[in-house]
């Protein structure tokens, strides 16, 4: 059974302080990652994709790498409207999973000016 | 493409009443997903529509929700006999070359 484990479930940083935020999977066989960013009462907002090991993506402050057990998303010099909830969420190969999304449960970052 | 519309955005209503709501996805998307998301939880998978066709369900998806998706386009999900359990936001996705998301229908049964 797919598997998402997102760590820490909260982070307070302070405006450009660079972290991390870790989401490790379990698949029978990847067919994407993806990582979104949640505001408040408002659905998740996509930001990345990844499909294979050793892949990454970047978007203004975020980027996105994968290996074959975790994904991490990288947060340089953040700011105040960084502050959400972002998810991860993987896609497989089994039939069971084929057509969706299997999501974590998120990591709350709060950015302090 | 002005995104994926969900409608209402709020719903209050009493247990035991049914409640419907509509998910309007984007254009040129021809598949469509229900989730429901909990507070403090990531959205979880309800149903899955490849044009009008209902291809997957989720074993959450109990005997008293239904959900239809007329010639392809907009969709409805409905809960009768609404319980306090059902409450939490229900969300609608559409896939092109990605999962965009719609913004969701908060539903409090009280």
């Known amino acids: 059974e797919d598997q998402v484990t997102q760590s820490p479930e909260a982070l307070r940083l302070q405006e450009g302080e660079s972290s991390s935020l870790n989401c490790s999977y379990t698949?029978?066989?990847?067919?994407?990652l993806f990582w979104y960013r949640q505001d408040p009462g408002k659905g998740p907002e996509f930001l990345f994709t990844?499909?294979?090991a050793g892949e990454e993506k970047e978007k203004e402050r975020l980027k996105a790498t994968l290996t074959k057990k975790e994904s991490f998303l990288h947060i340089t010099a953040p700011k105040p409207e960084d502050s959400a909830t972002y998810l991860c969420?993987?896609?497989?190969?089994?039939?069971?999973?084929?057509?969706?999304?299997?999501f974590g449960t998120g990591t709350r970052l709060t950015v302090i000016p | 493409d002005t995104g994926v519309s969900q409608d209402p955005r709020h719903k209050i209503t009493k247990r035991g009443q049914n409640v419907t709501f509509r998910c309007d996805p984007i254009?040129?998307?021809?598949?469509l997903y229900w989730y429901r998301q909990t507070l403090g939880q990531g959205p979880e998978f309800l149903t899955y529509?490849?044009?009008?066709?209902?291809?997957?369900k989720s074993r959450l998806l109990s005997d008293r929700f239904s959900a239809e998706r007329p010639k392809g386009s907009f969709s409805t999900l409905e809960i009768q006999r609404t319980e306090q359990g059902d409450s939490a936001m229900y969300l609608c996705?559409?896939?092109?070359?990605?999962?965009?998301f719609g913004s969701g229908t908060r539903l409090t049964v009280v």
């Open positions: 990844l499909y294979s």
């Open positions: 698949v029978s066989g990847l067919r994407g």
């Open positions: 969420a993987v896609q497989s190969f089994d039939q069971t999973g084929a057509n969706n999304l299997f």
């Open positions: 529509f490849q044009n009008e066709a209902q291809l997957e």
């Open positions: 996705a559409s896939n092109g070359a990605g999962y965009t």
């Open positions: 254009s040129e998307h021809n598949r």
